[in-house]
């Protein structure tokens, strides 16, 4: 059957959700994002909605069960609030999520309480290279097997906490084939770089660039021990959130230009009474809702385990990043000269927006 | 029930039927008939007549909701999925040929006005025909030549002749799809009908229009003309002409009074919001099938598309496949929203008219696409890409053009009354 209800849960969590983002983080987003400092209370507050949490089991400290449509909605209202603020609360599923989902039985009993037993704690991971051509399915990093350890070299770019991080998974290319490593706090060849990335938006986010210069990990810290892992699942999940996160975005951007457009007046007329301010809302309106559906669809598709899944994943990701660009904008636009000058959100909604071809391994559902 | 994307079975299974339908029956004659214009294609009407019959589907027509046709399916619990089976029936018959579509008899858009502006009576009344021993058509007027988009300022009247307890009807009519089928008495045919939009009241403007079923062979009700198209030429575009078309009383749909409401307004609204995600579907019908076929004749000269990677490592070929992908499957996901909400009750003019924008959007730039990368293969007539790219363009146009959906959908969004932004 079709059905786009969602679950009482989904409702109660999204509305939680939803009252964070709307109060929290939109509140904080235009200071965190000039000053590059995203108080570590707002993160804290995040972190008790408890997204990560409901998606382990109990047996691993958690109490729920993975579902990658909750995760799709969840993120989707989180980043209407702020995408920085976002990404920081998500950052520990990074790590965690592909060990719930590709890891053996030993990986899950270590790590999985240890990062959601208490409050936020910087675990992370590290998938983009500083490359134009970055493709997560063809990384430069590299693994080899030397004995009963794994070398890792190579350069991972925007991690986000990678300073303070307990632990990261590190992908890189083994065999030709894209692997996950557990690489703890301190490992020897492991440098962070000194400096926070510089970006065109996500001020707010500390991240920065990883060398891996002949890092050894035992082989038991490979994602998925001998038989290592299929990363299109995670990688899957990944596409997902970024392009739930730009659902939210533009979202966040035709709200407040749609809002502004009622008030704004010009040739006697609101500015929404032109058709073509009206026209460009109707179709901003009309490219969510067919992103919105399009990322839905995948979700349900990877928790229903359907064999196109990866595919749908990719195009609804694909789709998602065009879309943002596109919708950011006209929100733009629609502000005029006002949506230039840093005191409105729309301008950071566009350095966002455009942002989403390049986010995949940012966030996780 | 929560999210979930799995289609219904009973549609998965006529999905299946229908792709044979659409092989055996349509795409083997599309050609045949978008060089013949104005020939009717028989065999196909009498087949889809059986076919129907059989399956006791009288009409394309939906069913009236929560009435005695859903009944058994209620008391199973089972969710709705009346609206939600006819886009998947449509887009998959559209994607055998839409003008063939077009040509399906039951009733069609004129039936359709019955359904959503008549009453039981009246739907009792007009509708029974199309489970008739042969296929019949109804057909919808609205558009004049002085009234496209603004259909408020239609100049046809009708007017009550107190003495027959009749309507007296006058006017004419451009445009109508199916009109000659449903009026002109071809053998092979039941008798049809028109629905005729005109005012009762000139000076109350919208509140005025009503919609009127004129028999086939009501005297001074006749077809003047048949256009010659850019597509779809398989499916009949009428101009009719009315003078002194005398119908009985109880065929006014609705209400006859003119409270200075705009309910009979609503009633034409009520109609667009039930079919324009089926028109949607019908475009993404016509989409699909280029789409597939472009896929069909990259394959054959060994390029695949590698979904997965990222645009920088992409063809120029292979990103504009992907982009298509996404757009038809979203647009066919909004499609579907919009008759899931119909089918459960939600109102749905914003899902609805969002369709429709998406899918005329979709429906022509993937047309157009598909023709672009095929080259000569996509121009000439030799291939069926170049109809396709004729015949996806009208759903941009009818049902509400792409800006009159964009202007309904911006109203809804800016909760802006007709006179606050036009
Ligand atoms: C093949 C075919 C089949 C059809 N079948 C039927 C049928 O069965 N029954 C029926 O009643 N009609 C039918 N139509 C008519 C169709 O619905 C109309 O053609 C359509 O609504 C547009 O009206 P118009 O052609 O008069 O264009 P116009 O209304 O003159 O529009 C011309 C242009 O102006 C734009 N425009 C108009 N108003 C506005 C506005 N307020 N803001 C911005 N832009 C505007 C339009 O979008 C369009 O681009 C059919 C048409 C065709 C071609």
């Known amino acids: ?365 | 029930m929560p999210i979930e994307f799995d289609p219904p079975k009973p549609i998965v299974q006529t999905q299946f039927v229908l792709k044979t339908v659409a092989e055996e029956m349509m795409r083997s004659k599309s050609r045949y008939y978008d060089e013949h214009e104005h020939e009717i294609p028989w065999d196909y009407i009498e087949f889809m007549h059986t076919a129907m019959k059989a399956m006791g589907a009288g009409s394309l027509a939906p069913k009236e909701k929560g009435n005695g046709h859903e009944g058994e399916e209620q008391k199973e619990k089972r969710p709705p999925i009346a609206y939600q089976s006819l886009a998947a029936q449509i887009e998959a018959l559209a994607w055998g040929d839409v003008g063939f579509y077009l040509c399906t008899p039951g009733g069609g858009l004129g039936a359709a006005a019955v359904q959503a502006a008549g009453t039981p009576e009246q739907r009792a009344k007009f509708l029974a025909r199309f489970a008739g021993e042969k296929p019949t058509f109804a057909a919808m007027c609205m558009t004049e030549a002085g009234a496209g988009s603004d259909t408020a300022s239609i100049r046809a009247r009708a007017v009550l002749d107190e003495k027959t307890n009749e309507w007296v009807l006058n006017g004419e009519k451009i445009f109508v799809t199916a009109g000659d089928k449903s009026l002109t008495p071809y053998e092979k045919l039941g008798k049809g009908f028109i629905v005729v939009w005109a005012s009762i009241d000139p000076s109350a403007g919208r509140a005025g229009m009503r919609a009127f079923v004129v028999e086939a062979g009501t005297p001074g009700v006749r077809v003047t003309k048949l256009e010659h198209k850019l597509g779809i030429r398989v499916s009949d575009t009428a101009a009719i002409s009315l003078v002194d078309v005398r119908v009985p009383f109880d065929h006014i749909l609705g209400s006859p009074t003119v409270e200075k409401t705009t309910t009979g307004f609503k009633g034409a609204m009520a109609t667009f919001d039930a079919t324009r995600p089926l028109v949607a579907a019908s475009g993404l019908g016509v989409a699909r099938a280029a789409l597939e076929f472009l896929k069909e004749k990259l394959a054959e000269n060994g390029i695949q598309i590698r979904y997965g990677l990222p645009r920088q490592k992409l063809t120029a070929i292979e990103r504009d496949v992907i982009d298509m992908d996404i757009m038809l499957k979203s647009a066919w996901l909004m499609v579907i929203k919009a008759v899931w909400m119909a089918d459960n009750k939600h109102p749905n003019a914003l899902e609805s008219s969002m369709s429709k924008v998406k899918a005329g959007d979709v429906g022509t730039k993937i047309t157009q696409k598909v023709v672009e990368i095929l080259g000569p293969l996509g121009y000439s007539r030799e291939f069926l890409a170049e109809k396709w790219f004729r015949d996806a363009k009208i759903t941009d146009i009818y049902e509400g053009t792409g800006q009159i959906n964009r202007l309904v959908v911006a109203r809804q969004i800016l909760g802006y009354s007709g006179a606050e932004l036009r």
């Open chain 1, 1 to 365: 059957m079709y059905s786009f209800e969602l679950t009482e849960e989904q409702q109660m969590l999204i509305e939680a959700v939803g009252k964070y983002a709307g109060n929290d983080l939109r509140a904080a987003a235009h200071d965190a994002e000039e000053n590059h400092d995203l108080p570590k209370k707002l993160i804290s507050k995040g972190w008790e909605l408890g997204l990560l949490q409901a998606s382990i089991p109990e047996a691993y400290g958690g109490f729920g069960e993975r579902s990658a449509v909750t995760g799709v909605l969840a993120v989707e209202e989180m980043a209407f609030g702020d995408l920085a603020g976002t990404l920081a609360v998500m950052t520990p599923s990074l790590f965690a999520t592909p060990i719930l989902l590709a890891g053996t039985e030993e990986q899950k009993q270590a790590y999985l309480p240890k990062v959601i037993e208490g409050d936020w704690a910087p675990y992370t991971a590290a998938l983009i290279e500083y490359a134009f051509d970055f493709d997560p399915l063809a990384l430069r990093t590299t693994a080899t097997l030397a004995g009963d350890e794994y070398v890792l070299n190579g350069e991972k770019a925007f991690v986000p906490f990678a300073k303070e991080a307990e632990a990261m998974i590190v992908y890189a290319s083994l065999e030709g084939k894209t692997q996950g490593f557990i690489v703890p706090k301190g490992a020897a060849g492991l440098t962070i770089g000194d400096e926070r990335e510089k970006l065109m938006s996500l001020n707010a986010l500390p991240m920065y660039r990883v060398k891996l210069d002949n890092v050894k990990v035992p082989a038991s810290n490979r994602l998925g021990g001998a038989s290592g892992m299929d990363f299109e699942p995670v990688l899957a999940s990944m596409r997902l959130a970024a392009a739930s996160a730009a659902v939210g975005v533009a979202n966040a951007a035709f709200e407040y230009s749609k809002n502004y457009a009622k008030e704004r007046e010009a040739f006697g007329v609101k500015i929404a009474q032109k058709q073509a301010i009206a026209f460009m809302l109707a179709e901003m309106r009309t490219e969510i809702e067919a992103s919105r559906l399009l990322t839905w669809e995948a979700a349900w598709k990877l928790d229903a385990g359907k064999d196109n899944a990866f595919t749908e994943a990719y195009l609804a990701y694909m789709g998602a990043a065009d879309m943002a660009m596109m919708v950011t904008d006209r929100a733009v636009q629609i502000l005029g000269g006002h949506g230039y000058i840093r005191e409105h959100p729309v301008e950071m909604w566009m350095r966002n927006g455009r942002g989403f071809a390049t986010f995949t391994g940012l966030a996780i559902i």
